[in-house]
């Protein structure tokens, strides 16, 4: 069986925003000390009373910064976990029927799908080295009919928002006329998937 590494940039991207989460929380922690400290040269009698409640104010609002960053980086992170999961769930078995679901419920009302072709492609791209180790991708075919041009567009971006295909593009509109009134049937192509194909030369 072949695995498909779909996304490899967001792993990378994620181990990146725990690291940063991980600082930001240091960071807090510093400000936490830093206020008690402040309170405790307070009580010493160090400083002018009007001076350490300006400094203390200034830590304060430094730390409620960085802990509203802490927690919008979370939220970030949860959101690309449910992401990579859904990855992992076509890529590890793979389930095609994921992945159809999510097209057909990314078309609206303007778009109905008649075709879904799903084929490997193992070929270089141009310029690659002598020996280089073939990549294994799938090209996914779309093809259906839109109520408009705009339509067939909005469909297609919606498509790249999900963020697991290296390319989405329109391959080719027509105007089709059917029973229903005058349509546009197209074609998209989309890539996905960019991992070593297993017992390729290394």
Excluded at 45 to 69: H, I, P, S, W
């Amino acid at each position: 069986m072949i695995g498909v590494n779909l996304l490899p940039a967001s792993f990378i991207e994620n181990r990146r925003r725990r690291a940063r989460i991980r600082a930001w929380g240091m960071i807090c922690a510093i400000h936490a000390i830093l206020v008690a400290g402040v309170g405790m040269v307070s009580a010493s009698g160090g400083e002018t009373t009007a001076t350490l409640r300006t400094k203390v104010g200034l830590a304060q609002t430094r730390l409620e910064n960085k802990t509203k960053e802490i927690d919008a980086l979370r939220r970030t992170l949860a959101d690309r976990a449910r992401r990579v999961d859904a990855i992992r769930a076509i890529a590890d078995h793979p389930n095609w029927s994921i992945l159809l679901d999510m097209l057909a419920t990314l078309r609206g009302t303007d778009v109905v799908l008649e075709r879904v072709s799903i084929d490997p492609d193992t070929t270089l791209p141009p310029g690659s080295k002598p020996g280089a180790v073939p990549k294994l991708r799938y090209q996914i075919t779309i093809e259906g009919l839109a109520r408009s041009n705009a339509a067939v567009l909005e469909y297609a971006l919606a498509i790249q928002r999900v963020g697991i295909f290296e390319s989405v593009r329109p391959e080719q509109t027509r105007q089709r006329e059917t029973g229903a009134g005058d349509l546009f049937g197209f074609q998209l192509i989309c890539v996905l998937g960019d991992a070593p194909v297993q017992g390729g030369s290394k």
